[in-house]
């Protein structure tokens, strides 16, 4: 029996002062443990649908249900919360923090999360950096790391929450096939190891390394 962790029941989306729907009617669900990856030609809406999923923007029209809860109902404050304890993002360009560590990047999501106490964060940073294999580099800058080592750390931010969903949006966009081969050996792992996974690729090839495949076209999702 899969758990269902999200129902989106005909969402649309418009930008503000836009014509148009970017998003109209998508209607899905996503289960506990699914790996999905979206796919799409350019401006096909891919990204704006993560960035709902993601509780960055909201739905004009339809609802959005996560671990229950109908995000479509809630205050600013609730969403905030939700999305910084249950979503782990992760970029094309990283968005590391610049100025910060990479122990410090990496922590930054549970400063924002009131259930995890201070003196367990070293733990759980030291455990996400472990996952990626760059628990030697906890001391240095961004900079000071390859793009590939750049995207690890952005994967330790991303799980070290232990987020219910985990959200990539073209994750590889900025690599060379060996770090991307890399990033996706990762993500398989997340996977088996029971994450829930949405994806967005231009890559059919890692797109096949998903459970599933959706196509977007034009603001809806096609099978
Ligand atoms: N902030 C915005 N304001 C207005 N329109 C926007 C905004 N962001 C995106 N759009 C429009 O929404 C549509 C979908 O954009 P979106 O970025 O979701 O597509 P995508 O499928 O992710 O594209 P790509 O593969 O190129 O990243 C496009 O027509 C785009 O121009």
Redesign the pocket.
Known sequence: MNAKLITVNNLSFR?PK?END?LKGVSFEVNKGDYIAIV??????????LSILGLLNKPTTGSYQILGTNTTKLTNNSLSLLKNNEIGFIFQNFNLLSQLTVYDNVALPLTYNPLIKRGDYKEKVYKALAYVNMEDYGKRLPEQLSGGQQQRIAIARALVNEPSLILAD?PTGNLDSSNSQQVFELLGRLNNDGNTICL?T?DMEYAKKAQQQWI?SDGQLVT
Not at 40 to 49: P, Q, R
């Open positions: 930008y836009a970017t799409g030609t350019s401006g096909s809406g891919k990204s704006t649908l073209e967005i231009h977007m």
